[in-house]
């Protein structure tokens, strides 16, 4: 049974930095793409940063690229988004997802979810 948890959101303030995590059980992170991805209220979900099976590789929302930076340890099965310079408009829930395929995670049709973890920033 694959279930993936997340940690380390909370609430700071405009500028500050949050570094979250996601652990993965029930698979071998080494042979699954995975993303964060975030939804805020009466929007849809969307993609924050992806990374390829290997770490190697990453892509990033425009509104992030610069201030997030998606990491990955396959030894301790474990995903990261280290978050710097927060604005306002990065308050969401974060969701950590995993595929088999890039595509799904670009598209949002990720394999397997975990349940979230907020994130709010105040002004």
């Known amino acids: 049974q694959v279930q993936l948890v997340e940690s380390g959101g909370g609430s700071v303030q405009a500028g500050g930095s949050l570094r979250l995590s996601c652990a993965a059980s029930?698979?071998?992170?080494?042979?699954?793409?995975m993303g964060w991805f975030r939804q805020a209220p009466g929007k849809e979900r969307e993609m924050v940063a992806i990374?390829?099976?290997?770490?190697?590789?990453?892509q990033y929302a425009g509104s992030v690229k610069g201030r997030f930076t998606i990491s990955r340890d396959n030894a301790k099965n474990t995903l990261y988004l280290q978050m710097n310079s927060l604005k306002p408009e990065d308050a969401a829930m974060y969701y950590c997802?995993?595929?088999?395929?890039?595509?799904?995670?670009?598209?949002?049709?990720?394999?397997?979810w975990g349940q979230g973890t907020q994130v709010t920033v105040s002004s």
């Open positions: 990374i390829n099976t290997g770490g190697a590789l990453t």
């Open positions: 997802a995993a595929a088999q395929a890039a595509w799904q995670l670009a598209t949002a049709k990720a394999d397997y």
């Open positions: 029930g698979l071998t992170n080494s042979n699954y793409h």
